[in-house]
Structure formats: structure tokens, C-alpha cells
């Protein structure tokens, strides 16, 4: 069965930066495209970044784009969210998503798999 485990989340000040990792196992297709999403209480989940899992195109949420880049390592399975300039408002569990059903989806229905996320905090 496959797994997808995220690290790399914590608690930094404004400004700050983070790097989330994702590992993925198991996993024999792993669809179009990867991605990045969070949630905060009381929100909806929302997508932040995805890469083309054959291109190896990227495309962000209007929110994250000059701050965030998304990244892949096939030869380690392994899915990379870079964070720099964060802000408050960036605090949330991050999740990662495999099995894309289309190439650079930042919707959470059009992903197949997850992972248990990791918690950013971003304090002022």
C-alpha cells in the first residue's frame, strides 16, 4: 500500500523560511501531477503548488508564487516545498498530494493519495 510522509514543518518567525519534504512508497502510478496544500482551522483545504509529473512544469496559488517553489527528486521519490518569505498568514497543516488526474491541478479533489501533513506556524 503506498504512504506519502511529510517533515520539515515547525514554527518560524515572519520572514522566515521552511523546506517541507515528502517521502512517497508504494506508490506504482503516481498520476499527472504532485502537489503542495494546506489548511487552516475553520478553512477549506487549498491548493499551493504542483509540479507536472512528466514535464516537470510548476504552477502556485496567486498567495505563495515568488516565495514558494515546488521541487522533485525521482530518483528518491521524494517531493520538496521550499517556503522563504513567510508570513502569518501562511500558517497551517501542509499536505502533501500524489495521483494527479491533471497536469497542474491546485484542487484537492483531483488528487488520489495523501499524506498525514506537517504544521507550519508563522508567527509576527
Known amino acids: 500500500q503506498g504512504q506519502l510522509v511529510e517533515s520539515g514543518g515547525g514554527s518560524v518567525q515572519a520572514g522566515g523560511s521552511l523546506r517541507l519534504s515528502c517521502a512517497a512508497s508504494g506508490y506504482t502510478y503516481s498520476g499527472l501531477s504532485m502537489g503542495w496544500f494546506r489548511q487552516a482551522p475553520g478553512t477549506e483545504r487549498e491548493g499551493v503548488a504542483s509540479?507536472?509529473?512528466?514535464?516537470?512544469?510548476?504552477t502556485y496559488a496567486d498567495s505563495v508564487k515568488g516565495r514558494f517553489t515546488i521541487s522533485k527528486d525521482n530518483s528518491k521519490n521524494t517531493l520538496f516545498l521550499q517556503m522563504n518569505s513567510l508570513k502569518p498568514e501562511d500558517t497551517a497543516m501542509y499536505y502533501c498530494?500524489?495521483?494527479?488526474?491533471?497536469?497542474?491541478?491546485?484542487?484537492?479533489?483531483?488528487?488520489?493519495?495523501w499524506g498525514q501533513g506537517t504544521q507550519v506556524t508563522v508567527s509576527s
Open positions: 509540479i507536472d509529473n512528466y514535464g516537470g512544469g510548476t
Open positions: 498530494a500524489t495521483g494527479g488526474m491533471r497536469y497542474l491541478s491546485l484542487a484537492p479533489g483531483q488528487y488520489r493519495n
